[in-house]
């Protein structure tokens, strides 16, 4: 397996636009995870998802941001529209039904917004 | 609330020590706890994962325990070289739910 799949790597866009973040999780993996890194906050999970239903969103900062899962191999992250302070590392990991086994991060989305 | 702590916030040892890097949790009613590496600029790899019923767990050069009653694991590493460096995570999923509780992690500096 090629691993929790996140894309792009690298996005910079200008404050006010929407950016749309992509994860491809691990086939088989019931579960679904957004976080976001910075440095004053560390990781933050934004929300997660079991079997493409969102599960707790209370993570999520604001209305700007939204998520969805429409099938079980792929999600996406929405932020619309995306201010500076958004700037930050957004990662998807996945983990199968058994939680025994832990979780699988995907390498990241470095997000800045100018 | 389950909070997890790590101390140190920083290490840089010699080439060749062997460390230990704490975790301590508030909260003992954990189902696991995993232990990840993070290289700067890029994502988080798993090294450990320790259930609730274990005490330990090994991968080549790393030991991590688990002290449930304590609130505390380590992760010990031995004979340590420059591609440890890194920084390491600690987070515990706790009993009743499924999100990860994650602890502020050691950056780890292993001078050549």
């Known amino acids: 397996d090629a691993g929790v799949i996140q894309s792009p790597r690298h996005e910079v866009t200008e404050m006010g636009q929407e950016v749309t973040l992509r994860c491809k999780p691990i086939s088989g993996h019931d579960y679904l995870f957004w976080y976001r890194q910075t440095m004053m906050r560390g990781l933050e999970l934004l929300i997660y998802?079991?079997?493409?239903?969102?599960?707790?969103d209370s993570g999520m900062p604001e209305d700007r941001f939204s998520a969805k899962m429409p099938n079980a191999s792929f999600s996406t992250l929405k932020i619309q529209p995306s201010e500076p302070r958004d700037s930050a590392v957004y990662f998807c990991?996945?983990?199968?039904?058994?939680?025994?086994?832990?979780?699988?991060f995907g390498s990241g989305t470095r997000l800045t917004v100018v | 609330k389950q909070e997890v702590t790590q101390i140190p916030a920083a290490l840089s040892v010699p080439e060749g020590e062997n460390l230990v890097l704490n975790c301590s949790f508030t909260d003992s009613a954990i189902y696991n706890l995993q232990w990840f590496r993070q290289d700067p600029g890029k994502g988080l790899t798993s090294l450990l994962l320790?259930?609730?019923s274990q005490r330990e767990q090994t991968s080549g050069r790393l030991n991590a325990s688990l002290d449930k009653s304590s609130g505390r694991s380590t992760l010990y590493i031995a004979a340590s070289q420059p591609g440890d460096s890194a920084t390491y995570l600690c987070?515990?999923?706790?009993?009743?739910?499924?999100?990860?509780?994650w602890g502020a992690g050691t950056k780890l500096i292993i001078k050549p």
């Open positions: 998802f079991n079997n493409n239903v969102p599960i707790d």
């Open positions: 987070a515990v999923t706790p009993g009743s739910n499924y999100q990860l509780i």
């Open positions: 320790i259930q609730s």
């Open positions: 990991a996945s983990s199968p039904p058994d939680r025994g086994n832990g979780y699988t």
